[in-house]
């Protein structure tokens, strides 16, 4: 049996109210892993999942909720895909955030997410979520325009009035039974291009290619200030941003499998109890069930 590697994952955690340098966090594979060792990890770690996951359903008192943000081809499609290729779909939803629709748009911005919120018992994984109205929102100002907010705040002080309604929103949730993981993939600029030339170079890839993606990496700068506020700001005791390397797909779903897998154990959840009497009934209708005649 191959040796079982730990993933630290206290390295990846934001600390609540730190300046964050992404500039300074490596976007590559970390450790003596191999990408075979990581392979094995993440398959153990989807086994684990599956069984968490089982429990948290049938527990019924939690619910999680998992959020990634990224730049484009950070992977993490690819990501829910492989980490999530265990779990029962019948307790887990994925939700993808787009350019909010007229409706959307005129309310406020924690408005979108409560329906795409997990029940207890579920798993909701939002691929882009209300975090975008601090990084696309804030890297492109004209899209306030439609939202017609008061006057004020306005400029950084509606930055910092959103990351503080953020936090009571991840706040109130968690204290009403969910559990918050959220996942910054961490692409270099450099990888990003190879994987925008494999998407041009190979035929079978060209429908994953979007001009818009082009124009949103000439905002790089632009985005990393805004990720690097917006992860200084809302990574919480409860709800903590984890920020993975993401140039190495295999390394980053291994890392990823394995948090969410430990965040849900260490909720320490019980399948629900069994009283005595319930165990008698049960042991009654067993003996009614052997006594049947065929
Ligand atoms: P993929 O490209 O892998 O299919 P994606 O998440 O990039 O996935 P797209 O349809 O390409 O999906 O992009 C969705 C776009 O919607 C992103 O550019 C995102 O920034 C934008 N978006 C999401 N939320 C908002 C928002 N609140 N306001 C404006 N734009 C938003
Ligand atoms: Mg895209």
Redesign the pocket.
Known sequence: MSKRHQFDHKSFRIHPGKAVKLDDISTEAQGDFTKSDAKNELKKDIEALAQAQALLWANGTRAVLIILQAM?AAG??GTIRHVMSGVNPQGCSVH?????TSEEVLHHFLWRPRKYLPAKGQIAIF??SYY??V???RVHPQ?LEPQRLPAEPSGDALWKSRFKDIVAFEDHLTRNGTCVIKFFLHVSKREQKQRFLDRLDEPEKNW?F?D??IK?RGYWKDYRRAYEEMLEHTSTEAAPWYVVPADNKWYTRAVVADIITNRIQSLGLKPPSVSDERRAELAETRKRLIAEED
């Open positions: 484009d993490k499609d993808g955030f787009k350019a909010p691929n882009r975008e109205e990084l696309v929102v899209f994953k979007s818009a993606d949103e």
